[in-house]
């Protein structure tokens, strides 16, 4: 599927409607991670030099449609006017703007606020979608998606919006995709998946759909203990999603069939609580004692997927090993970064936590052959599926 891309349109002089994803981690209010909004400089810029106007479009966290203050855009707009070194206007009213933005001169940018305070954005009701987006058309003339973080997500200002204008996908998606692209037509083999994060349930179907593509998956992270607990071992007080066990463990028995090398961990960093202070004590992953919670992977696992990793050629990871933001349970998830980096071939980090996680832990984006911004979005694309962002900017 080809996209259109923003050098093919071209657009001077125009009213512009661009969807970025903003979707960065803020903490007591202070952006601590402003990678996705550096990502999106790229096609502001060439925008700005094409002397256009733009009004942007983003989302932060999931509001659910309630306008929560701690996931306002405000800071934001801040950020990205230090970026750019240009105000940005901000207005937190998202409906009834189109005089304002249509008001909007060449070489001026207006964010408004949180997508998804309002509830059409993210409604499963086409219709309620449909009403938002030709609202929000009428900002602009042109239409430019930018927003890979969220091109898997039929949302109006993602898929339904694009159909309204003319579009193009902005410098980011093209990048992406790119690398996607390559990561999918014939990979050099061998090739790793690794995985982590806190959820199955966001994992599980992608795991599914990855076993018959790759070579070797491991997994690590929260998610891995309702995989330790299908294999009938003790978990404590871990993270557990009880009701995927049948599943993962029909999972493991497909990737044995296969013949996939599907690594787990063999021993875990636990502590008595969720805590940056918890003591950590190491144990094997079948010695978990039932006060304790697993919260990271121990320096064992840690070696095997690491001399797993560094056997292959192409290489994918998403989520953190261990609860990252806690120094005592970051070193699964430092000692993979580092696997990465010593890839002989095309190593990918993908999403915006992984993408936090490997530059709060010290590494820079250019010791990887590419850091994407979205993690759902890169995953979903792997296993196969069309991505409505992309499918909406397709020629
Ligand atoms: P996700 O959004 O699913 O990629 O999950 C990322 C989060 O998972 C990070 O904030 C980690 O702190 C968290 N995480 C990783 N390992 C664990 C674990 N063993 N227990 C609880 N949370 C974890």
């Known amino acids: 599927m080809g996209i259109k891309t923003l050098s093919q349109l071209d657009p001077q002089n125009a009213r512009v409607i661009l969807r970025c994803d903003l979707n960065v981690p803020i903490k007591d209010g202070v952006i601590t991670d402003d990678g996705r909004i550096r990502a999106s400089l790229a096609t502001i810029n060439k925008l700005l030099a094409g002397n256009c106007s733009i009004v942007i479009l983003a989302h932060l966290g999931r509001p659910k449609g309630e306008r929560k203050i701690e996931l306002s855009l405000a800071p934001i707009a801040k950020r990205l006017g230090e970026l750019l070194k240009i105000e940005v206007k901000f207005s ?101 998946v690794v995985l982590g994060g806190a959820k199955v349930s966001d994992k599980i ?28 071992k003790q978990i404590g007080k871990s993270l557990v999603e009880p009701e995927l066990i049948p599943t993962v463990r029909e999972l493991l028995l497909r990737a044995e069939k296969l013949g996939i090398k599907f690594l787990l961990p063999i021993d875990i960093v636990v ?68 696997a990465l980096t010593q890839v002989d071939g095309m190593a990918v980090v993908g999403g915006g936590d992984s993408a936090a996680a490997v530059r709060k832990l010290g590494f820079a984006d250019n010791e990887f052959s590419y850091i994407s911004t979205g993690g759902g979005a890169s995953l979903e694309y792997l296993e196969g599926k069309d991505l409505p962002g992309l499918v909406a900017l397709s020629k």
């Not at 996607?180 to 790793?192: F, G, H, V």
């Not at 076993?211 to 299908?230: C, H, P, Q, R, Y």
Request: charged content about 20%; overall charge negative; some cysteine.
């Open 92 to 192: 937190s009213a998202i409906t009834g703007v189109a005089s304002q933005a249509r008001a909007l001169k060449s070489g001026e940018v207006m964010l408004l606020e949180n997508i998804r305070f309002e509830s059409a954005e993210t409604s499963k009701d086409e219709s309620e979608r449909s009403v938002l987006a030709a609202e929000l058309a009428t900002y602009g003339d042109i239409y430019i998606g930018d927003g890979f973080g969220a091109v898997h997500r039929k949302h109006a200002s993602v898929y339904e919006l694009a159909k309204l204008l003319p579009n193009a996908a902005g410098d980011l998606i093209c990048a992406e995709v790119d690398v996607l692209e390559r990561l999918t037509k014939n990979p050099d083999r061998p090739y790793a």
């Open 271 to 338: 502590a008595p609580e969720f805590s940056a202070d918890a003591k950590p004590t190491l144990v094997l992953a079948d010695a978990i004692p039932a006060d304790q919670m697993g919260l990271d992977i121990g320096p064992a696992s840690a070696s095997n997927f690491a001399v797993a990793i560094a056997q292959c050629k192409t290489v994918f990871w998403n989520g953190p090993m261990g609860v990252f933001e806690f120094e005592n349970f970051s070193h699964g998830t430092k000692t993979i970064a580092k």
């Open 205 to 232: 179907a992608v795991i599914s759909n990855l076993l018959e593509k790759v070579n070797v998956i491991a997994v690590g992270g929260g998610m891995v203990f309702t995989f330790l607990a299908a294999q009938g």
